[in-house]
C-alpha cells in the first residue's frame, strides 16, 4: 500500500478519478483548469513564501505522478 505524503494530493486526485469514473471528460477538464488556476493564484498571493511554493511544487508533481500511474501511462 502506498503511502500519500499529503492529504491536499489524495483529495485533488480523488476527485479528479471520481469525475473520471463518472465519464464526463469536460468536467474532469473544468476540474483540472479549475484547480491549475487555484494554485496559480495562491502562488501569486504568496509569491515570496518558499514554503508555499514549495508545497504546492512537491503536491503538483506528486498528482502528477498518481494521475500517470491511474492512466497507465510509462513513468517519463
Same mark, same amino acid.
Given at each position: 500500500?502506498?503511502?500519500? %505524503?499529503?492529504? #491536499?494530493? =489524495?483529495? $485533488?486526485?480523488?476527485?479528479?478519478?471520481? #469525475?473520471?469514473?463518472? @465519464?464526463?471528460?469536460? !468536467?474532469?477538464?473544468? $476540474?483540472? @483548469?479549475?484547480?491549475? +488556476?487555484?494554485?496559480? &493564484?495562491?502562488? &501569486?498571493? %504568496? +509569491?515570496? !513564501?518558499? !514554503?508555499? #511554493?514549495?508545497?504546492?511544487?512537491?503536491?503538483?508533481? %506528486? /498528482? /502528477? %505522478?498518481? $494521475? &500517470?500511474? =491511474?492512466?497507465?501511462? !510509462?513513468p517519463s
Open positions: 500500500m502506498e503511502i500519500w %505524503h499529503s492529504l #491536499t494530493t =489524495y483529495i $485533488l486526485f480523488m476527485c479528479i478519478r471520481h #469525475t473520471d469514473y463518472m @465519464n464526463d471528460d469536460q !468536467e474532469v477538464q473544468s $476540474l483540472l @483548469n479549475s484547480t491549475i +488556476n487555484a494554485i496559480k &493564484k495562491v502562488l &501569486k498571493k %504568496h +509569491n515570496n !513564501e518558499i !514554503e508555499m #511554493t514549495s508545497f504546492w511544487l512537491a503536491n503538483t508533481s %506528486h /498528482l /502528477l %505522478h498518481c $494521475l &500517470k500511474q =491511474y492512466s497507465k501511462d !510509462e
